[in-house]
């Protein structure tokens, strides 16, 4: 099993900061995918950014510019830099972690922490 611990997550002014931190521990193999989404209330779950099995990253167009996603492969540590927030980015975000063990694909996600952007 995989277990995901995320945490930075609150309230922040519109324009602030905020950077998310996601640990991961358990049965971890060598290559794997780790990102960030986030869901608002009636909405699916969407991706904000990741890192592929391939060491690249992918962002959602919208937070492109202002988001940074990083991570410490030996921590197994996934972070992201949220800058110039909007009213728009809040939700609840998760950490995912993907991962293919003897041919077969999982998923694993963290609890969630909110962001709020408000004035």
């Known amino acids: 099993q995989v277990q995901l611990v995320e945490s930075g997550g609150g309230l922040v002014q519109p324009g602030g900061s905020l950077r998310l931190s996601c640990a991961a521990s358990?049965?971890?193999?060598?290559?794997?995918?780790m990102g960030w989404y986030r869901q608002t209330p009636g909405k699916q779950r969407e991706l904000v950014a990741t890192?592929?099995?391939?060491?690249?990253?992918n962002y959602a167009d919208s937070v492109k510019g202002r988001f940074t996603i990083s991570r410490d492969n030996a921590k197994i540590t996934v972070y992201l830099q949220m800058n110039s927030l909007k009213p728009e980015d809040t939700a609840v975000y998760y950490c995912?972690?993907?991962?293919?063990?003897?041919?077969?694909?999982?998923?694993?996600w963290g609890q969630g922490t909110q962001v709020t952007v408000s004035s």
């Open positions: 995912n972690l993907g991962q293919r063990v003897f041919g077969r694909w999982s998923d694993y």
């Open positions: 358990g049965s971890i193999v060598s290559i794997y995918a």
């Open positions: 890192f592929t099995t391939g060491g690249s990253t």
